[in-house]
């Protein structure tokens, strides 16, 4: 996309300038030097954006330990992806959990954490690889990353015959921003946000301070403008000693949920701090009040 636009920003500018425009014109064009300075600093841009944002690993050829008691399901998303994901069901379950995991690794790093989330709530559990990721195709982006997110709930609604509204959506991290525009776009049953941000651009903002960032990501991930179309039950969390991503950035989200919400600080955790057990008890409290099954 960046490079899109920084090429039409050169033919716009007309570069180099054509030899028989008056004097006065060819002096207001850009430079050679300064087009291209600009091209490559779109361009870095872009593959700064996605080293910081992304980082996937490939998942092994034969399943991981945590593979042992899931089944592995292969989704087609939007645009040709095939999305791998892998779902744990729970006998006891009446309701089903999205897992939206966090910006690294792929299945074999979060699904145990996911099928143990899972087992904590008597919830079946189903996490899916964004494009890239693990056995995915594709390139991680975010409109990639929201199609899976849509592929792995219809799957669930579709094959698994559950109703929206035993559905909750969770997301962690990154994973927070493909749960809540999903959750824009789906009924749920409930959302629960772990350690998210408001957008790219606040990130950027305040990673790199001295520079005009957030005014170059072409992913946005805009979570405080969309959180305010979510209607159901809202449940966030965050580490109030977490160095990646603030603990404002939940609490503003917080701000903007509508009702029922319940903020859960985690006193003095980090980002990649296991969580506490009185997460899982606030959450279930939380779950069984506002949004029974």
């Given at each position: ?201 606040d990130m950027a903002r305040e990673v790199f301070p001295l520079l005009p960032m957030q005014w170059l990501v072409t992913d946005q991930f805009d ?71």
């Amino acid at each position: 996309m960046l490079w899109y636009l920084a090429m039409r920003l050169v033919i716009a500018l007309r570069f180099p300038p054509f030899p028989w425009e008056p004097r006065l014109m060819r002096r207001s064009r850009i430079s050679p030097i300064v087009a291209t300075t600009i091209l490559i600093c779109l361009s870095g841009c872009a593959s700064l954006q996605n080293a910081l944002l992304y980082h996937p690993s490939p998942l092994p050829g034969e399943p991981g330990p945590t593979a042992n008691r899931a089944q592995e399901v292969v989704l087609r998303a939007a645009g040709d992806l095939s999305i791998c994901a892998w779902w744990y069901p729970c006998d006891v379950a009446k309701g089903a959990l999205l897992f939206c995991h966090g910006n690294g690794g792929n299945l074999a790093d979060w699904g145990g954490f996911a099928e143990s989330l899972g087992r904590r709530l008597d919830q079946s559990v189903l996490i899916f690889d964004y494009p890239g990721y693990g056995r995915s195709s594709g390139t991680p982006d975010e409109r990639g990353c929201y199609a899976a997110g849509t592929a792995a709930f219809d799957w669930l609604v579709q094959v698994r015959e559950y109703r929206p509204e035993q559905i909750v959506i969770y997301g962690e991290s990154l994973g927070g921003g493909v749960a809540l525009e999903l959750a824009t776009r789906r009924p749920h049953r409930a959302l629960c946000l772990v350690r998210t941000f408001t957008s790219i651009p606040d990130m950027a903002r305040e990673v790199f301070p001295l520079l005009p960032m957030q005014w170059l990501v072409t992913d946005q991930f805009d979570n405080l403008k969309k959180i305010e179309q979510i209607a159901g039950p809202v449940f966030i969390a965050h580490g109030t000693a977490d160095q990646l991503i603030p603990y404002a950035h939940s609490q503003r989200l917080f701000a903007a949920a509508g009702k029922p919400r319940r903020f859960f600080p985690m006193q003095g955790m980090g980002h990649n701090d296991p969580l506490p057990p009185e997460f899982f008890a606030s959450l279930r409290q939380f779950l069984n009040a506002y949004a029974p099954l």
